[in-house]
């Protein structure tokens, strides 16, 4: 059975310290990317870099220029603490200093763990396109208390796996707190619960999760890819040398 089937299977539920502690980076070398420094590409009159966010064709959300020399990917796990840190140490930066010169674009997949992981997935992908990846950024911010939640919640969170798939997630959502933590930040508890009703929506996130870890071998959490290369970098303070070494300024 596939991590995805696994993930919608009824009645089962991850047990997350075991998904914690799954996620780190592979073994599997950087390949060479260097070039020569590139120059800051204008954005269209009227527009930042930064605001520009598109939905890729491997259902990733990308924020920059969509023709950005430097195509930046990163693999993550929304119950990652590794890239929770990320989220806080390094998004800013990249953005500041990196997208917004229109060299480098960043685009943001899922690489499904569990199904809090899923849950989130689904609840940041819920509003519009722009909101995806600050909705997700404060998210990791908050995943010890969310993880605290489903600790202190355990005995609803177990009876959520046991429910109908279009019931499934709503109830993991309201155990972990995530229908109010979204409400908080613009995201509607009805929105929340007609997102994570469509089951068939869910299962395509998963599925997509599934189908690129194996094309890709990608099998931890951050995985970044610069330009179809795979960075071996857990962290900015790895991955803006790399940035540098492809042209980034």
Known sequence: MTVSRRILAAGFIAPLALTLAACGSSDDPESALTGEPIAAIPAPDGQEWTDIVTVTEAGGYQVGNPEAPLKLIEFASHTCGACANFAATGVTPLKEKYVTSGVVSFELRNLVRDPIDLTIAAMVRCGQKENMIPLADQAWASLNDIIGNVQTN????????????????????????????????????????????????????????????????????????????????????????????????
Do not use: H, K
Request: hydrophobic share 45%; with cysteine.
């Open 154 to 249: 355990n005995a609803a969170y177990q009876a959520a796996g046991q429910m109908p798939l279009d019931q499934r997630f709503i109830g993991i959502a309201e155990a972990a707190g995530l229908i109010d933590f979204f409400s908080a930040r613009g995201l509607s508890a009805d929105q929340a619960r007609t997102c994570l009703a469509d089951g068939a929506r869910i299962e395509g996130i998963a599925n997509a999760s599934a189908e690129q870890a194996e094309e890709l071998d990608v099998n931890a959490t951050p995985t970044f890819f610069l330009n179809g290369a795979r960075v071996d970098a857990l962290g900015w303070d790895q991955l803006e040398p790399a940035l540098q070494r492809a042209g980034a300024r």
